[in-house]
């Protein structure tokens, strides 16, 4: 009875074995199974191709997350340079807009320079350190005073022309009344020192303008003119640059013209100025006597 079932039990399991062998045989040939060009094993070439596209994936998000990592580092190197740049930039604009006005500033303290040559007088440079430019007065402060040598009324210049009279003294500093101020007043010409044209010049405050008086109508005044001081109001020596017309309002035989004058010197743009040491001529003292009185008699 046991044979017989050991018999229907190998009966059974027969297919189970056979098959077990035929896929045992197919997986040996399939591992020794060869391409017939390249010699390579087939089973690697299937394995190969059935895990290329995991590693295609792999590959790519590998490559991408390199990527981002150099791209990051290239952006961090990329701002760093981009400082290091406009901090290079700023520092040569810094040093362009210092030598422009190192230029400038040469320029002028060469202008005054050329003033004692123009001139004939002995002058004190000195720099302007304050402004006031309000409703009632029209004023700037140097940095030279009466122990620089300066004094009351000495005429203020500039390479361009006059700026003002010296109104108030320290021992280290002096107020200027600007042309332009009200209350200045200068002689005037309009054109050479040997013209007719003669007046006197005024300040309208802070228009910034000039007025000039008392030129006969009958003088021939065009804009363009330009306006020397005569010397005759005893603060500014003759020959110096006032400014040139900038409006003319003719006038007749019997009304003066009405003339502006826009100042040769940029009031506006004062840094360095020179003082004249300018002392006008004194003026001969009046007769105290009548005409044809014996001024022996008492």
Known sequence: MAATRTQKEIRQRAPIWLIVLL???LIIMAVDARDSVTRQRMLRVWVQALISPVQKVSSG???AGT????QIVNFRSTAT???RLKQQLSEARLELQNAKQATAENERLRSLLNLKEQTGYDQIAARVIARDSSVWFNTITIDRGSSSGIALNMPVVTGGGIVGRVIALSPWTAQVMLVTDEKA???AIVGQLSSGALGSVRGLGNSGLIEMRYVSGLETVVVGDYILTTGQDGIYPPGLSVGEVAQVKPGTATQAHQILIKPSA???QLEEVAVLLYHPPPRPAPEQTLP???KGKK
């Open 23 to 25: 896929l045992t045989n």
């Open 61 to 63: 998000a590998s490559g």
């Open 67 to 70: 990527g981002l990592v150099r």
């Open 81 to 83: 340079e981009n400082d």
């Open 185 to 187: 007043a200068a002689g």
């Open 266 to 268: 940029k009031l506006d």
């Open 292 to 294: 044809n009185v014996d």
